[in-house]
């Protein structure tokens, strides 16, 4: 163990918000995470492709243990699509499998074929997704050269909103914001409508501004976070932006600290108990009257 280790205070738990650089994976992003700020006990929530940038959220620490309980349920993007050309991963990095000319696709087709995929909607995922298939991920199976039929499943789009439209050389582009449900793929919403306007489409670029309650606001470079080796939030404000907050007395924080049931708040899904002194205390979910942890953040 180097000097610089051992004189090296304790990272304390909390979340950081990294705006992810394209060509890394995820990944990629924690190890080099876990060099900056000294500590192995690093996890991400959500994933990001490679070429995508943006808003990755990581638990370090303790934590950690939030992260298979945050409520990242909708997420926004900003996007380019590519109309003209159909390629095997749905993205820029795939090989064209068809072209062409979209130059003069009609702006009043193209928006309405973005109203058909807003909304609910089955969306069949994207061959090269991180879904298992008999055991393994879609995309190794795709990558192997397999062929790969993935069962349409429902999707929410709640926002899909063209922001700008450029006419290219036998293509059209579009830069769109989209919001969804998590489990919505953007590749695949430029797929559909490249497929449902007869000229093929792919997704050019990718930035995701917001994942839950975490958005761009609060993310911050891996170069910055270099400079700077600092929390974006420790374990209570993290708790606090994730979560519903309940305060609670002292003796119920003291039941809670040695995970036992306490009389519930009446609200659902998953929430936040503080102590007097704003300690997080427990993560609970209501069962009948009763609350129950479901994570003691605070053991006794």
């Not at 003209?84 to 702006?107: I, K, N």
């Not at 909607?121 to 090269?128: D, E, G, L, T, Y």
């Not at 795709?142 to 063209?162: I, K, W």
Request: charged residues 25%.
């Amino acid at each position: 163990m180097s000097e610089r280790s051992k004189n090296r205070p304790p990272v304390p738990p909390g979340l950081l918000v990294v705006d992810k650089p394209s060509g890394m994976t995820s990944h990629d992003v924690v190890a080099k995470v876990r060099r900056i700020i000294g500590t192995r006990k690093v996890g991400h929530a959500g994933t990001l492709d490679p070429m995508a940038t943006g808003v990755l959220v990581l638990g370090v620490e303790r934590a950690t243990k939030l992260l298979g309980h945050l409520a990242l349920d909708t997420k926004a993007y900003l996007a380019t699509i590519r109309l003209g050309e159909a390629t095997s991963t749905d993205d820029a990095e795939g090989e064209v499998l068809s072209a062409a000319d979209a130059s003069a696709v009609p702006e009043d087709a193209v928006r309405a074929g973005i109203a058909e995929l807003t909304g609910e909607i089955q969306q069949v995922p994207s061959a090269v997704s991180a879904i298992k298939v008999d055991g393994k991920r879609a995309y190794e199976l795709a990558r192997a050269g397999e062929s790969v039929e993935l069962a349409a499943r429902p999707v929410t789009v709640s926002r899909f909103d063209v922001l700008a439209l450029r006419r290219e050389e036998r293509g059209t582009e579009l830069d769109v914001l989209v919001e969804c449900s998590s489990g919505t793929y953007v590749r695949a919403l430029a797929r559909d409508l490249g497929a449902g306007l007869g000229v093929g489409g792919h997704l050019a670029q990718l930035r995701r501004t917001r994942v839950g309650p975490f958005g761009l606001a609060t993310a911050r470079t891996l170069e910055r976070l270099a400079e700077e080796p600092e929390l974006s939030m420790d374990l209570d404000a993290a708790v606090a932006t994730a979560f519903p907050r309940r305060e609670v007395d002292l003796r119920t924080a003291r039941a809670l600290s040695h995970g036992r049931p306490v009389v519930g708040a009446g609200v659902e899904g998953t929430y936040g108990m503080f102590a007097p002194d704003g300690t997080a205390v427990a993560l609970v979910r209501d069962a009948g009257a009763q609350a129950k942890p479901v994570l003691v953040i605070a053991p006794a």
